[in-house]
Nanobody, 127 residues
Framework: QVQLVESGGGLVQAGDSLRLSCAASGSTVSSYAMGWFRQAPGKERECVATISRGGNTYYTESVKGRSTITRDNAENTVYLQMNSLKPEDTAVYYC?????????????????????WGQGTQVTVSS
């Protein structure tokens, strides 16, 4: 069973960048498909980006071209680099892991497919 801890959130201005980190323990991130989700006040939790065990990635349209998800197996950490931040990026960001499929290139954008979650990190972007 993997435990996940997010960090790197904060209060920034529009146009700034942030790198969110998701440190794993208890198991290795290389054995999971990983995802970053976010939840703004009054809204559903949505998938921002995912990375499969094989390394293929997905980004939701609103962050495509501005964000990069990466995995560092040596550090047992998954990152989300976010550039050109906008006020609408304001949310609590959660890291999640799933091992629902043994396929190397499996990933999911559905929150119900993820079994392990971190506690979240707040990102606030001021205009």
């Amino acid at each position: 069973q993997v435990q996940l801890v997010e960090s790197g959130g904060g209060l920034v201005q529009a146009g700034d960048s942030l790198r969110l980190s998701c440190a794993a323990s208890g198991s290795t991130v290389s054995s999971y498909a990983m995802g970053w989700f976010r939840q703004a006040p009054g809204k559903e939790r949505e998938c921002v980006a995912t990375i499969s065990r094989g390394g293929n990635t997905y980004y939701t349209e609103s962050v495509k071209g501005r964000s990069t998800i990466t995995r560092d197996n040596a550090e047992n950490t998954v990152y989300l680099q976010m550039n050109s931040l906008k006020p609408e990026d304001t949310a609590v960001y959660y890291c999640a892991a799933t091992r629902r499929s043994s396929r190397t290139y499996y990933f999911s954008t559905r929150r119900d497919d993820y079994d392990y979650w971190g506690q979240g990190t707040q990102v606030t972007v001021s205009s």
